[in-house]
């Protein structure tokens, strides 16, 4: 899937694409240092109602923030 989208309109696109992906569970994003992918993560985290702090995880090599409303659920943001 491509999504074509601008920093405005960067929530949108976050929204666009958990419709899209539905039931699916683990994805993994391509591009080049500086390109966005933690910036549109974060996004996909806000859209999920993420209360941690989000950040890259280059140094720690894997994140992971608990979702608003519940003590079981968690999204894991690798960076590999």
């Known amino acids: 899937m491509e999504l074509f989208f601008t920093l405005e309109k960067i929530n949108e696109a976050a929204q666009q694409f958990w419709k899209a992906m539905e039931h699916a569970r ?11 992918k933690t910036t549109f993560i ?3 985290c806000h859209a999920l109602g993420a209360i941690d702090q989000l950040s ?5 090599i894997i994140n ?3 979702l608003r409303g519940s003590e079981e659920h968690y999204l894991y943001h690798l960076d590999l």
């Open 26 to 36: 683990v994805f993994a994003f391509h591009g080049q240092l500086g390109a966005g």
């Open 42 to 44: 974060a996004a996909l």
């Open 56 to 60: 890259s995880p280059t140094f720690s």
């Open 64 to 66: 992971e923030y608990r």
